[in-house]
């Protein structure tokens, strides 16, 4: 248990639980589009029967209670790092508390798998959910068979090019939006429901017990179906920083549960009825005259869940980037006021060219549907695995509640993980393969950029050799400020060395700034900046971000004056190192790693956008280094 207040626990207010019900619950909030509908398709060959129904809708249930409502909502939501939450906010966690190199290694590994299947999950969600929503067209006409492609198509492609203006404006309607959702969820189940209130039954977890013992191995096929109904609990988690905790559990537990859980009873009420109904017993669930409205508010509630599947794939993306995962990419600030409100162009073209690929690929959401289950359930695994050691070492749970609580969780995970394995031949191979690549990516990334320091502080100087020389030496000192940018702050920069030896002067005011990424979410104005004089004119500058941060050089250079360090923007040069990578005499990375890692590399971000310094006052000096 937390024995210190989190800046998780904010008050509750309106506001926050609107916002809830627009951000973190739209992707969930979506599933009673396909989720009881593809959980029957597989027993629906012959007919289904009674039981079978009520034993899938106990299944969805208790999916619903366990996974989502006592794992993410009462145990999992506590695991805050610093108030955020998140994949990789619990890596870092649970790495602050490893007692080894080899141990916080092996949980940057799993962290890196979670975050590499939520972006397979990112470009998947999308697709799934307006092609769902759009097919609720052919219930009211099969004339328009043919349309739902183009359709969705054009909703998905304007979606991702309005991108750039950011999402504040689309913000103050989504939650409004999601609220007339759960409402119209709740109240077509609830209406089916009065009328056939036998199907209430399947409350009892023995209804689900009872269709597992008689399909035995064969569960596991409905499992990975019944998953669908839990897509988007991440979430949950993922946002938790944005509104705090409490606002996430009173909406799920007051509000989103009930109507979810109403409409997928009303779905198997209608279906015990109406047998036909279970080709798409969402739509037919409404009356014919609101089916037309129900798919226009559908298709409007599934952009809201590809919108926050986006934002949040910039989130993960940027943190990635923060946390070294990554080479740099372009984050564009899309407001002035909110400062988690971000676009990033490199990310964006990506997903929008998975999306594209999968409609035109899958053609339905139920062919989509093999594909969606598998990134969601490696995700849920990663998270329990950290969250073990998390509670166990940072909350000081003792071992035998660890167990308790997380043992049956994670056994639970890894059924529905299993039978989404199952589906790889009929789609599951898509967010494993994304998430293969992606993992190579990051992990190639990340040691490629070790060997490349540990390189760089086998060759460079001690900065301590060069201060004690420097007052023997005859090195002109000129006008100005010099800003010489390292990842090494105990050794002298490449850039430096280069000047003095082609340029032979030192500039009057040095300043050795390197810049530094905690595994924390942000980092206070008063530990922002550590500074220290080496020698007269010359000082070391650290400036620490979190992983939800973007650095901003020159601001926090002109901030420097309250140290006594006079800092004129227009006076200072920025001497740059641009490494070109070759590969060494006993190379310590395969060649086609190298490759992968150079190509990368070539293709970052300039130092120059990233740290936000105004191109015409850069200096650029290349080195080549051997790994």
């Known amino acids: 248990m937390l024995s210190h207040p989190s800046p998780a ?11 809830v019900l627009g951000v973190v619950y739209g992707d969930i909030g979506t599933s009673p589009l396909y989720a009881l509908r593809e ?6 060959d012959d007919g289904v029967e009674r039981w079978e129904v009520l034993g899938l809708l106990s299944l969805i249930f208790w999916s619903l209670i366990l996974t989502v409502t006592i794992k993410y909502v009462l145990f999992i939501l506590r695991a805050d790092n610093k108030g955020e939450g998140g994949i990789l906010a619990l890596m870092a966690l649970a790495q602050r508390h490893a007692h080894s190199d080899r141990g916080r290694w092996l949980l940057a590994l799993i962290g890196i798998t979670g975050a590499a299947l939520f972006f397979g999950d990112g470009i998947i969600t999308p697709a799934i959910s307006v092609l769902s929503a759009v097919e609720g067209l052919k219930v009211i006409s099969p004339a328009f068979e043919t349309s739902v492609i183009p359709i969705a198509l054009g909703i998905l492609l304007a979606l991702f ?6 999402t504040s404006s689309m913000g103050l309607v989504f939650g409004p939006i999601c609220a007339v959702w759960f409402g119209v969820l709740g109240l077509l189940g609830l209406i089916e429901v009065v009328q056939q209130p036998g199907v209430l039954v399947a409350l009892s977890p023995h209804y689900a017990i009872a269709f597992c ?13 019944v998953v669908l109904a839990v897509t988007g609990a991440e979430a949950l988690y993922a946002d938790m920083g944005h509104f705090g905790r409490k606002p996430i559990r009173v909406a799920w537990i007051g509000f989103v549960l009930p109507a979810l859980a109403l409409n997928y009873f009303g779905q198997g009420a209608l279906i015990l009825s109406t047998p036909d109904a279970i080709e798409n017993p969402f739509f037919l669930l409404a009356p014919e005259w609101f089916r037309l409205p129900l798919v226009i508010l559908a298709t409007a509630a599934t952009v809201i869940a590809s919108q926050a599947m986006i934002s949040g794939a910039y989130s993960i993306a940027r943190q990635c980037v923060q946390l070294g995962f990554l080479p740099r990419l372009q984050v564009v600030h899309t407001s002035e006021t909110e400062q988690g409100q971000i676009y990033m162009p490199q990310v964006n073209t990506m997903l929008l060219i998975g999306v594209v690929i999968l409609v035109l690929e899958f053609k339905n959401s139920s062919a989509l549907a093999a594909a969606y289950g598998l990134a969601v359930t490696g995700t849920f695994l990663c998270t329990s695995c950290l969250a073990i050691l998390v509670f166990r070492r940072a909350f000081r749970w003792p071992w035998l509640a660890v167990i308790g609580v997380f043992g049956p969780l994670w ?9 989404t394995a199952l589906k790889i031949p009929q789609g599951g191979y898509v967010p494993l393969l994304l998430g293969l690549v992606l993992f190579f990516l990051m992990l190639t990334w990340k040691q490629g950029r070790e060997l490349l320091f540990a390189r760089f502080r086998q060759d460079s100087l001690p900065l301590k050799s060069f201060i004690a020389r420097l007052p ?4 002109v000192r000129v006008p100005g400020i010099a800003v010489f940018m390292t990842g090494q702050a105990d050794f002298v920069p490449g850039a430096l060395l280069h000047n003095l030896k082609h340029n032979k002067v030192l500039h009057e005011r040095v300043l050795f700034v390197t810049v530094v990424n905690d595994d924390i979410p942000r980092v206070g ?6 500074v220290t004089e080496l020698a007269p004119g010359i000082h070391r500058v650290i400036l620490r971000y979190g992983f939800q941060e973007s650095p901003n050089i020159p601001k926090e250079l002109e901030s420097l004056q309250e140290f006594g360090i006079p800092f ?5 040069s920025y001497f740059l190192g641009r490494e070109t990578v070759v590969a060494a005499a006993v190379p310590k990375m395969s060649r086609w790693r190298q490759w992968i890692f150079t190509t990368l590399s070539r293709n970052s971000l300039s130092a120059t956008e990233f740290f936000r310094i105004p191109s015409d006052r850069v200096v650029e000096l290349g080195v080549r280094v051997a790994i």
């Open 525 to 530: 104005t008063a530990a922002r900046r550590e």
């Open 161 to 166: 090019l309005v991108q750039w203006k950011g």
């Open 472 to 475: 023997q030496s005859r090195t």
């Open 39 to 44: 959980s029957l398709a597989h027993f629906a």
């Open 568 to 572: 004129e923007a227009m006076q200072a």
């Open 411 to 419: 056994m639970l995970d890894a059924a529905f993980f299993i039978s």
């Open 213 to 225: 013992i008689h399909y035995k191995l064969a569960a596991f096929i409905a499992f990975g179906a």
């Open 9 to 19: 626990d904010r008050p509750l207010s309106t506001a926050g639980l609107i916002g």
